[in-house]
């Protein structure tokens, strides 16, 4: 039996299950899917198309809950049986850092000003979200960039600035779907193994969803999931460095 969750499992769920419609029309998007990640972890989560991978990221970041079963994030107690345990909302904000397959930046804010709102929106005072925003900017590489609107970054910048507002806020779990999904190779790997960096260097856990197996090397643990369905862990992976 698994020890009870403590604030070392940044991801604690238990027999997560999620089920769309009833009777003819029902479809189980999810089984019993039972996850353990602790800090510093970065985790990837591949899979086919419909395997069920998007609805458990969705679940654990409290976007869409699931029908039964628990998460814990952090060691708390968030979702029991989808009914939420915090002001979602609010937990969203502190803890939580979310990374798309499109970057997803406001397209009229500057790279600085898009990782500085996700800061004020958290009453971070603005002279301290600038200085916070600047410094991750610095971190991952684009703070020559920070004046340039997203229309002036490449694909792969707008993903650093998309990771450096993920970060913002100092979040103890990031969570990516397909991040890669619209990069080249080089482009994609980079962006990949920033997350690597991000989970060792800042003690955040990062699980990633995603399709692209050339970067599989730069994560600390892989799982499959098919037919909703968590499989075991997949063949341990040779670290890259």
Known sequence: MNPPPD??????TENLTKVYG???????????????????????LLGPSGAGKSTLLTAIGLINPPTSGRIYLGGELVMDAAKPKV???????????FVFQKANLIPFLSALENVQVALEINATPPAVARCRALELLAYLGVADRANNLPAA?????????AVARALANEPG?????????????????????????VAHERGAAVLVVTHDHRSLDVFDRSYEMEDGRLLVEAK???PSF
């Open 153 to 161: 970054l490449s694909g792969g910048q707008q993903q650093r600035v």
């Open 173 to 197: 779990l990031i969570l990516a779907d397909e991040p890669t999904a619209a990069l080249d190779s080089q482009r994609g790997r980079q962006v990949m193994e920033l997350f690597r960096r």
């Open 22 to 44: 009833h009777g003819n029309t029902e479809v189980v998007a999810m089984k019993d899917v039972s996850l353990r990640v602790g800090r510093g972890e970065v985790i990837a």
């Open 7 to 12: 604030s070392s499992h940044a991801i604690v």
């Open 236 to 238: 341990p992976l040779t």
């Open 87 to 97: 002001d979602l909302r609010s937990f969203r904000r502190r803890h939580l850092g």
